[in-house]
């Protein structure tokens, strides 16, 4: 009797054991397989095809090779958590894609897709990880600023085809019958393009689009909200089982508790709102006046140490505007505007000597990176860098001090750059070792130097230039499908 006893008993504790294990597994990056299901079948492929759009939240090349982009860099990490390869497939808009996913020619969607009521009728969608808003854009001096629906009466309007802001205005066309507009395949970049010289008066744009693109566009506003906060999900087919989804809410899921989201967010769209008009208007006329007499050694910098020069070129315009004579009253001067002590340290003797002072300050900058921690991952460890160039590196590690004793991570710039104006106020820099410091300076620093580094990113890479048609020969590229099913849906 007694034996039997402990024979259930150790089945009891067996079972709990068992349930407590998958509840674990569940909330970690464990994926469960169901024999024979859509994800078990990928995971025998080893490989997750994925459907997106070319754009500057959602997918494109890099000059050096690779790709970047919000929806890339999110899925990439789903792929990495399934334990699987990433085959990412450009359609040419957002109708072809949702035909094309219709018809199966992938097992996803990640293209910054909204959810709507229409699509909800013959797709799947997963939880949302990021909230849009639709705006109506305009070019000020161009054209009238659209405040309601009924200024964009009788006006020339072009959205993206199958987009889910076609879907809008057919749906407000009901009040407003004279809403007129064209859907075009042209990408987000080349509709505002059109919309700045003057082609079209009006586009609708997600705010996450606009925030990103605006900088290169800076005379081009918003005129109003089209809608409130939209949901931004990937998609899968309403065909066969629903485990892909499934495991895409789980790793969504943990993608928020463990910040991966809010990482990404941060990397996107942390610093695009840093620029004024008149910073971008400055910005574009010297590169168009300055930058070709120094890009020979900026580039060759950037060769031998190890820098994209473009960085190098933003870090130079953030200190002089690209002017080798500037000098400020604290004596740091040159195109790099280095202090006294570091050029005597890098062995530079003529501070306004252009090239000495681009390569010392390449130099320098591998001597800052060097100091931080190796276990920092990029982009985290070049933004900390860049401080540490701005404000010196043991003000950054006071900051990250701070930050560590508030129960944030260290190791992430979104959070040190939190406490880093705190430097500034006695009852902070007073707990730390080296004192008082301008800590706001080197997040605004930091924040427009990507800003720069962003906009310079066309310069060399012509498949980022705005309203040029993206064709790439090493990314697959889908036949042209069957229309979606009408009315057309929106992305």
């Given at each position: ?5 402990l ?9 709990v ?11 970690t990056s ?39 982009g ?25 109708a ?10 992938a ?5 910054g ?9 013959y797709?799947?969608f ?25 200024d ?68 081009l ?15 899968f ?37 840093a ?38 070129a ?32 890098l062995?530079?003797r ?24 190796a ?26 001090i ?28 007073s ?5 008082y410091?301008?800590?706001w300076?080197p ?17 060399d ?31």
């Amino acid at each position: 009797m007694r034996l039997r006893r402990l024979f259930l008993l150790l089945l009891a504790l067996a079972a709990v054991a068992v349930a407590l294990l998958q509840w674990y597994l569940r909330r970690t990056s464990a994926v469960f397989i169901e024999p024979g299901s859509r994800l078990e079948r990928i995971r025998h492929e080893g490989r997750l095809r994925v459907l997106t759009v070319y754009g500057a939240t959602t997918y494109y090349p890099l000059a050096n090779g690779g790709f970047a982009g919000f929806e890339y860099d999110l899925v990439r990490r789903f792929g990495q958590w399934l334990g699987v390869e990433v085959a990412f497939v450009a359609a040419d808009s957002v109708a072809e894609l949702l035909a094309a996913m219709l018809a199966g020619k992938a097992d996803m969607a990640a293209a910054g897709l909204t959810v709507t009521e229409v699509r909800r009728r013959y797709l799947r969608f997963s939880e949302p990880y990021q909230y849009v808003t639709e705006q109506v854009i305009y070019r000020r001096g161009a054209a009238p600023r659209p405040r309601r629906v009924a200024d964009l009466e009788d006006r020339f309007i072009e959205v993206m085809l199958g987009s889910s802001h076609a879907f809008r205005l057919a749906r407000l066309r009901r009040a407003h019958r004279a809403l007129r507009w064209r859907e075009t395949d042209a990408t987000s970049e080349e509709l505002l393009r059109r919309v700045d010289v003057g082609l079209t008066d009006y586009t609708v744009m997600d705010s996450n689009q606009f925030r990103v693109l605006q900088r290169f566009y800076p005379s081009l506003q918003v005129g109003f909200d089209l809608t409130g906060a939209e949901p931004l999900a990937w998609v899968f087919s309403p065909e066969g089982d629903d485990t892909l989804r499934q495991a895409a809410n789980r790793f969504l899921a943990q993608a928020r508790r463990d910040r991966t989201l809010e990482s990404l967010q941060e990397q996107y769209y942390g610093h695009v709102d840093a620029l004024e008009f008149v910073d971008v208007c400055t910005f574009q006329r010297h590169v168009r006046q300055r930058l070709s007499q120094y890009l020979p050694w900026f580039q060759a910098a950037g060769e031998k140490y190890g820098w994209d020069w473009r960085l190098l070129a933003a870090i130079a315009y953030q200190e002089s505007h690209w002017n080798a004579d500037a000098r400020s009253p604290t004596g740091v001067e040159g195109l790099m505007m280095l202090t006294r002590d570091t050029a005597r340290q890098l062995g530079i003797r003529d501070r306004r000597d252009p090239k000495e002072s681009i390569f010392g300050a390449a130099r320098y900058l591998n001597r800052l990176k060097a100091k931080i921690p190796a276990r920092i991952p990029e982009p985290d460890r070049t933004w900390f860098t860049l401080a540490a160039y701005n404000v010196g590196f043991g003000h950054l590690e006071d900051a990250r001090i701070l930050t560590q004793r508030a129960g944030e991570d260290p190791d992430r710039w979104m959070d040190v750059k939190k406490y880093l104006p705190k430097l500034a106020q006695k009852r902070w820099y007073s707990r730390v070792k080296r004192g008082y410091a301008r800590g706001w300076e080197p997040v605004r620093y930091v924040e427009n130097i990507r800003n720069y580094y962003d906009l310079l990113l066309p310069l060399d890479n012509p498949a980022l230039s705005a309203g040029r048609r993206r064709t790439f020969a090493a990314v697959p590229r889908i036949p042209r499908p069957a229309p979606p099913p009408s009315p057309s849906p929106g992305g």
